[in-house]
Antibody, heavy 114, light 111 residues
């Protein structure tokens, strides 16, 4: 069955970096794009962008340029989200979702606190 | 990019029907038949309920239906059940470079 399994919760200090992984199984990884979605505590879903799993070309939404990087390792069917220079306002649950929206990871809570 | 506009909350009694609206522009909702609806229970990942305006993924109850008129999409839930109580989000393809946008979310309360 199709699954997206994300890495575990992270606690980071301001200014640090974090890398969230999203391992896909049960389908051909390169057949669907991978989307990234952020949900701050008590807030709604926010579209971060997506990555073309064939070409590796990322597209970032407004507000997610510069410190946010989407990447892939197709050899292990895994997508990554790296956030650098972390700020308190980056505290959120980050989701990966298959390009058709039908399958989502369980979410990764990133907490940024000194 | 601006989020799509949804009511903050709606409510209904068991067995009733409710409709949640999602208003965008001709650059997103009105311009393409790529509107999706997601259900999210507290602490859980979103679940796809409707895609491409009115299609239900396998396993989703036929009590859930979607439609669109102009720049506004709608999700209707008929025969409300207690387990329908959740947050609902619309999303749409957009002609902006990001290709995707969400609504602000609607909290459904089953009275």
């Amino acid at each position: 069955q199709v699954q997206l399994v994300q890495s575990g919760s992270e606690l980071k200090k301001p200014g640090a970096s974090v890398k969230v992984s999203c391992k896909a199984s049960g389908y051909t990884f390169t057949s669907y794009a991978m989307n990234w979605v952020r949900q701050a505590p008590g807030q709604g879903l926010e579209w971060m962008g997506w990555i073309n799993t064939n070409t590796g070309n990322p597209t970032y939404a407004q507000g997610f340029t510069g410190r946010f990087v989407f990447s892939l390792d197709t050899s292990v069917s895994t997508a990554y989200l790296q956030i650098s220079s972390l700020k308190a306002e980056d505290t959120a649950v980050y989701y990966c979702a298959r390009g058709d929206g039908n399958y989502w990871g369980q979410g990764t809570l990133v907490t940024v606190s000194s | 990019q601006s989020a799509l506009t949804q009511p903050a909350s709606v409510s209904g009694s068991p067995g009733q029907s409710i409709t949640i609206s999602c208003t965008g522009t001709s650059s997103d909702v009105g311009g393409y038949n790529y509107v999706s609806w997601y259900q999210q229970h507290p602490g859980k990942a979103p679940k796809l309920m409707i895609y491409e305006v009115s299609n239900r993924p396998s396993g989703v109850s036929n009590r859930f239906s979607g439609s669109k008129s102009g720049n506004t999409a709608s999700l209707t839930i008929s025969g409300l059940q207690a387990e329908d109580e959740a947050d609902y989000y619309c999303s749409s393809y957009t002609s902006s470079s990001t290709l995707g946008v969400f609504g602000g979310g609607t909290k459904l309360t089953v009275l």
